[in-house]
């Protein structure tokens, strides 16, 4: 550096005439970034009276959905249905499994299509993003709707906080970060003789975005956000979301994205994680799901690491098993009213649902009391009848997964349903929230991931709150969501220290569920995942390849340093 600085002048003047920096940063129009109101479908308002439209026109027909592999509609081998969970005779959509050649032959048309892709100017992906976002906000916003509530059974309002707000918000708040994050340039000290810059680049190669049942904007989360930083995606959308998924994919197309960047490819599960693991060119996973799939897709990557050209990324956001704490300082009406909604809103298929409950003997009556109550005032039916608090659980292996719990615990005398406990599947999937209590902390019911409406309860003894708290973090492997309830900030900051690994997003006195985009960026972590921080600045980060480029003015002449010449 010194000896370059003691040419300055000389190379300076050669400088002025032949070299400058050939770096061009992309020049953003600065603009912020606001979360999309949650509407509220109130009787007579407008949305409610174009959702029930588009909810009568959707149930009419059962859509075709092809695969779609740079812009080119594939129909093969056996066609498949997607059905409505609460009344399964209805189809809903119709599709098609990818073979191994044809997943092989996106993985291609994808990679192809990184490169090219990648060259597309940051601010123009930026503009189709924003494009996609008012459209997700207003043509279409009722389509995205009434798919999900049909074809994933939620509610009006658990439709609308996921199928429009979120998935809006992940599609704005993405562009924002990555502006944002491309503000950031290394230091360069003396610019007229060396430029430092950094940009950011897609990874060659090709990502694999799996996306789970139970969010619609998780899906669109996973496929696009690679796709925003310069990266070719083969998305494999969840059966049971498929029709949702694929009007995003529309959605998307409309807005501008070119063909090959994103390609819909509905597979058979290990088909799919076969195929992509076994390819050179897997760039990345971006998985949101549950653990065991996770686990599989990491063991597969490691085992065939040295055929790949890059270390894929590894993104999986899996399962929980979250918890509400009540400290006996706690006010029983929010433990109640939070309960309720996050263990029983969507049938308790969050993964963010609290599925246990510590609660003090002092509290046990009345908040027992209050949680069978508010249950009883639960309506469990059609979600397009728009009383519905929910409706039916996925598809039959949910179904018999959960009722395998419940009747699990109708045989063990440790447990007893408090509220509750029955099921029906001859029309749709339905189970009744259900409320247990449990003698045993280590129970199953209060370990495993039951992804369904039931809560249980364990009751502590007064004097034991640090053994209690103790238990949360000592018997299950999760730690996705949490929530304390106490007016005693003595005991709140204790818990703040003691639960501190327990959960990716913690919650004090409020409900473990309904994380923000840009308010509460959500991921956990031990085995509920790797904690990437959806909705959060760090997302896009996860999907660049930055390359970092130094640009010298001086010509380089010295070999020796000053020192060696005194
Ligand atoms: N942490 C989070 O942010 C988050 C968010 C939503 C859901 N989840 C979790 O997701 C789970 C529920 O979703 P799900 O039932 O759709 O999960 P899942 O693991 O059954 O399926 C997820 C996706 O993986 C695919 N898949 C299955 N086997 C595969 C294989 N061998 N290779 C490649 N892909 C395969 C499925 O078809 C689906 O598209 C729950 O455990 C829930 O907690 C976590
Ligand atoms: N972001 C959602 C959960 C997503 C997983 O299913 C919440 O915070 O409730």
């Known amino acids: 550096m010194l000896s370059v600085w003691t040419r300055t002048t000389r190379a300076g003047r050669f400088l002025e005439r032949s070299l400058s920096s050939i770096v061009e940063l992309p020049k953003f129009q600065d603009f912020g970034v606001q979360n999309e109101p949650v509407l509220e479908y109130r009787e007579g308002s407008g949305e409610r009276a174009a959702l029930a439209a588009e909810l009568k026109q959707t149930a009419a027909v059962t859509e075709e959905v092809p ?7 594939i129909r093969e081998g056996e066609p498949r249905f997607q059905v409505m969970p609460h009344n399964h005779s209805k189809k809903i959509a119709k599709f098609y499994y990818a073979s191994e050649k044809t997943i092989q032959k996106a993985i291609k048309v994808s990679v192809d299509a990184q ?3 990648d060259r597309t100017p ?11 976002a008012e459209l997700m906000a207003g043509a279409h916003r009722q389509k995205l709707n009434a798919a999900t509530m049909l074809g994933q059974s939620k509610s009006v309002i658990q439709a609308e906080i996921d199928s429009a707000a979120e998935l809006i918000d992940f599609f704005r708040f993405n562009v924002y970060f990555l502006k944002e994050n491309a503000k950031y340039q290394p230091i360069s000290e003396n610019p007229s003789v060396t430029r430092n810059s950094l940009r950011f680049r897609g990874i060659d190669g090709f990502i694999a975005a799996i996306s789970p049942f139970n969010f619609t904007a998780i899906g669109g989360n996973l496929a696009y956000t690679p796709a925003l930083m310069g990266n070719g995606v083969v ?30 490819v509905p597979a058979d599960g290990p088909t799919f994680g076969r195929t992509i693991t076994s390819s050179p060119d897997l760039a990345g996973i971006n998985f949101t799901g549950s653990v065991p799939t996770f686990n599989w897709l990491w063991n597969e990557v490691g085992k065939n690491l040295s055929r790949y050209r890059n ?3 590894l993104i999986g956001e899996c399962g929980g098993k979250n918890y509400h704490f009540v400290h006996p300082s706690a006010d029983i009406q929010s433990v109640v009213t939070a309960t309720i909604r996050s263990a ?14 510590y609660v003090p003997k002092s509290l046990a009556e009345p908040i027992k009391n209050g949680l069978i109550q508010e249950r009883s005032k639960l309506k469990i039916g059609d979600p397009a009848d ?3 608090f929910a409706a039916a659980v996925i598809d039959d292996k949910a179904f018999n997964r959960i009722t395998g ?4 615990a109708k045989n063990n005398p440790k447990n007893k349903i408090i509220a509750g406990g029955e099921f029906d599947g001859s029309k749709g999937y339905f189970v009744q929230p259900t409320i247990i209590e449990t003698s045993d902390p280590h129970d199953k019911l209060m370990t495993e991931e039951i992804f369904g409406p039931v809560l249980t309860m364990y009751v502590y003894d007064d004097r034991e709150v640090d053994k209690a708290m103790a238990l949360i973090g000592s018997s299950t492997k999760f730690a996705l969501t949490g929530a304390v309830f106490a007016m005693d900030k003595t005991f709140l900051q204790k818990a703040l220290d003691e639960l501190k690994m327990t959960a990716g997003n913690f919650y004090i006195n409020d409900k473990s569920t309904g994380s923000v985009v840009g308010q509460q960026p959500f991921g956990g972590g031990r085995m509920s995942g790797t904690n990437d921080k959806a909705g959060g600045p760090g997302y896009v980060m996860r999907w660049t390849t930055p390359q970092s480029i130094k640009e010298t003015f001086v010509p380089l002449r010295d070999i020796d340093y000053p020192y060696m010449r005194d």
């Open 122 to 132: 940051l601010q123009e992906r930026i503009r189709i993003w924003q494009n996609a």
């Open 344 to 357: 029983f809103e969507y049938n308790g298929q969050k993964c963010s649902a609290c599925s246990r409950i």
């Open 386 to 388: 728009f009383k519905v």
């Open 235 to 264: 998305w494999k959308p969840s059966d049971t979301a498929l029709l949702s998924n694929w009007r995003i994919f529309n959605i998307m197309r409309e807005a501008g994205l070119p063909d090959g960047v994103v390609n819909f």
């Open 115 to 117: 490169a090219r892709w």
């Open 311 to 313: 270390y894929p990324r």
């Open 67 to 73: 695969i779609v592999i740079g812009g080119e509609s």
């Open 405 to 408: 719990y419940i009747k699990n």
